[in-house]
């Protein structure tokens, strides 16, 4: 029997990396943040001076830049070129780059080829031995993993998903001009990447989640309950 595979998608700011990231360590499985792989492109094209407005050489970037995933929950990294870079990807210069990575078609079809190839490597024998994975991001039980065992789309309130992201930034809500940057980067970043792949409409067979309300451990108990028993 191959490894369980829940896949998470949503917009920015419902909890998706925390909610994932807690049900692969109660579940045992291994944990891959899909869209580490589209900001460590970017990082990439920003390091070598690839303009994003040339999109064959961010494609080839992408299908050739020397990145290590490690996929752990309870310690994901990302190594580019052996150098580990995790809290880069969440820099201001990269978030505001990513959306050239993910919108870029082509990019995103060479990352997505990746994405399976992992997916397939964690529940057919990887070092989770087969046990599977977890899998989260905006295309996820769509495009990615259609097939999953868990398919879940997490929602939001838009203005508590940016009152998260807040909060995840270290802001306080009173510091006025920070949380309308933050308001611009959420809602915008969501705005572009919705040109190219839906993540606000559960698809057939898709459970729509919604955080608003719940708290961190809610949603991972309501996410682990959907895993068929007896699996991993």
Known sequence: MTGLVIAIDGPSGVGKSTVSREVARRLR??????????????????????????????????????????????????????????????????????????????????????????IADETEGGVSEGRGIVVEGRDITTVIAPDADVRVLMTADPEVRVA??????????????????????????????????????AADGVVTLDTTHLTIDEAVQAIVEMAPKGRP
């Not at 943040?33 to 961010?58: I, S």
Request: glycine share 8%.
């Open 164 to 201: 998260r992201r807040a909060a995840e930034s270290g802001h306080e809500s009173g510091v006025l001009a920070s949380v309308t940057q933050i308001r611009a980067g959420v809602l915008g970043r969501d705005a572009k990447d919705s040109t190219v792949v839906n993540f606000t409409t």
């Open 29 to 118: 499985l291994a944990y891959l943040d899909t869209g580490a792989t589209y900001r460590v492109t970017a990082l990439a094209c920003m390091r070598e001076g690839v303009p994003f407005a040339n999109e064959a050489d961010v494609v080839a970037m992408a299908e050739t830049m020397n990145v290590e995933l490690v996929l752990d929950p309870d310690g994901p990294l990302v190594l580019l070129d052996g150098e580990e870079v995790s809290a880069l990807l969440r820099s201001e210069a990269v978030t505001g780059a990513v959306s050239a990575v993910s919108t870029n078609l082509e990019a995103r079809a060479a990352l997505g080829r990746w994405q399976r190839a992992i």
